[in-house]
């Protein structure tokens, strides 16, 4: 029934460790992405996906690295995790990769590093 | 480049007062569309309401408005009669492009806390 759902809600990790999060929509959009928001709720997208092509990279460190085997999913892997990754990661989508179409939001993954 | 202030962090409003939050836009295109979010305590966000650039209109949907003012490059939301349901995050949002793909541009939210 969700629409756009994302595993897992709550992360914990230690700094230097690798962790996935994933992401799937229900919708039949064409376009996904990843927000960042820190702790101060500021948003700010990561990455953006059309039809499973690369559309947007926000200057992300490489160390996060989207994959999307298909237009309903979009994983994020983070490789060596940061205590400045911790933050809550929302992945979207929208319909088509057009500046009206709304997005729909996840649930948020909440990361946290220590 | 695209920018969306919202220059009100937080504002406090006892049950029943009306609220206005503020949203001011910079962008250089002659297209765009505007949108707010809401994000609860629950932590998900909501799609609102969208307006495009070309349409001035203003809009009622049972308590909530919006004014869009294009002279003044602002988006306001005013909330009717607030209750504590509506005590959220909420977020001004531009839409627009960075090349060919499309990407919204948020402002950094406005708490509202609704206390009986």
Known sequence: ?114 | AQKVTQAQTEISVVEKEDVTLDCVYETRDTTYYLFWYKQPPSGELVFLIRRNSFDEQNEISGRYSWNFQKSTSSFNFTITASQVVDSAVYFCALGGYTGTASKLTFGTGTRLQVTL
């Open chain 1, 1 to 114: 029934d969700t629409a756009v759902s994302q595993t897992p809600k709550y992360l914990v990790t230690q700094m230097g460790n690798d962790k996935s999060i994933k992401c799937e929509q229900n919708l039949g959009h064409d376009t996904m992405y990843w927000y960042k928001q820190d702790s101060k709720k500021f948003l700010k997208i990561m990455f953006s996906y059309n039809n499973k092509e690369l559309i947007i990279n926000e200057t992300v460190p490489n160390r996060f690295s989207p994959k999307s085997p298909d237009k309903a999913h979009l994983n994020l892997h983070i490789n060596s995790l940061e205590l400045g990754d911790s933050a809550v990661y929302f992945c979207a989508s929208s319909q088509e990769n057009r500046a009206h179409s709304p997005l729909h939001f996840g649930n948020g993954t909440r990361l946290t590093v220590t």
